[in-house]
């Protein structure tokens, strides 16, 4: 069985900072690219930063230049470091990650419960 598990979520004040992190756990053979999304009140989850196993990012328009994804492959974790947060940031924030349990085992998305991220103006 595997687990992601974020942390990191808080209370910031507009222009603060928060490092999010997300430790995947259990039966892991392999983990292909992790990612973040985030779904605000009353709207659609988006894609906020995306990382392959190789160091290849995504970031959504929004967060570039203020959010920075990176990942420890040997510790099966994943950070958000979102630098200059906006009110508009404030978001329940969610990892994922396409992890394979095994040799000859199809890799398959697994998703965090999410950590809430609110930042005040």
């Known amino acids: 069985q595997v687990q992601l598990v974020e942390s990191g979520g808080g209370l910031v004040q507009a222009g603060g900072s928060l490092r999010l992190s997300c430790a995947a756990s259990g039966s892991i053979y392999s983990i292909n690219i992790m990612a973040w999304h985030r779904q605000a009140p009353a709207k659609q989850r988006e894609l906020v930063a995306t990382?392959?196993?190789?160091?290849?990012?995504y970031y959504a328009d929004s967060v570039k230049g203020r959010f920075t994804i990176s990942r420890d492959n040997a510790k099966n974790t994943m950070y958000l470091q979102m630098n200059s947060l906006k009110p508009e940031d404030a978001a329940v924030y969610y990892c994922a990650a396409v992890i394979a349990v095994g040799p000859g085992q199809a890799p398959r998305d697994y998703w965090g419960q999410g950590t809430q991220v609110t930042v005040s103006s």
């Open positions: 990382m392959s196993t190789s160091g290849s990012t």
